[in-house]
């Protein structure tokens, strides 16, 4: 019996607008094409779920936030499961605070809402941040502490504070190779 063809007609069409709405951007201070964060967090998700509308929401998780795309034209182009799980994981920025002072503040409120997230939100987030921590090992390794200034707040101390308090609001996850790959990242860096 032949394998039926795996439908990605939704998740083709994300990648696209994701590629389209992230043109021409550079991750920060990385030298590469943005896009290549949102594939890496897609492909982690991916080791979760089969889901394709879970792994489109993680290929357009930073449309909203980094980008001038909007949660209605997200709901517009992909429905409403998508639209609301990439506003879910999009930071909210103040109004007349900057992103410095915000900081702190910013993160704690997305790790609270992400301490009662559902699991699919928790998957995208988990693919989102491990990204983020693997490349976070890789500059550590190469700069040491000098990394720290190509970030909003300058202080590890914050960082490993954000990062252990993510992986506690995400630990249902923890039967996942992603989690744990994420918290081995984190010890790697910050210590045990």
């Known amino acids: 019996m032949a394998n039926m063809p795996l439908n990605t007609e939704l998740l083709d069409r994300a990648i696209i607008f994701a590629v389209q709405a992230h043109a021409g951007t550079e991750r920060r201070g990385k030298g590469f094409p943005y896009i290549v964060h949102p594939m890496e967090a897609m ?6 779920t089969a889901d394709q509308e879970l792994l489109s929401a993680a290929a ?5 936030e980094d980008t001038d795309v909007t949660v209605e034209e997200l709901r517009a182009q992909f ?3 998508i639209a609301a ?3 879910q994981e999009s930071d909210e920025m103040p109004e007349g605070v900057s992103e410095e002072e915000s900081w702190r503040a910013r993160k704690q409120a997305g790790i609270d809402r992400l301490a009662s997230a559902s699991r699919e939100l928790k998957m995208i987030t988990l693919g989102d941040k491990l990204s ?4 976070i090992a890789r500059d550590y390794a190469e700069k040491g502490d000098e990394l720290w200034n190509l970030f909003h707040s300058k202080d590890p101390k914050e960082h490993a504070w954000r990062y252990r308090s993510l992986a506690a609001a995400l630990s249902e996850l923890q039967d996942t190779a992603a989690y744990q790959e994420f918290v081995a990242l984190i010890d790697q860096v910050f210590g045990k």
């Open 43 to 48: 492909a982690i998700v991916s080791t979760m």
């Open 60 to 64: 357009l998780h930073d449309t909203v």
């Open 79 to 81: 429905g409403d499961r």
């Open 85 to 87: 799980l990439v506003a």
């Open 132 to 135: 983020n921590m693997r490349a």
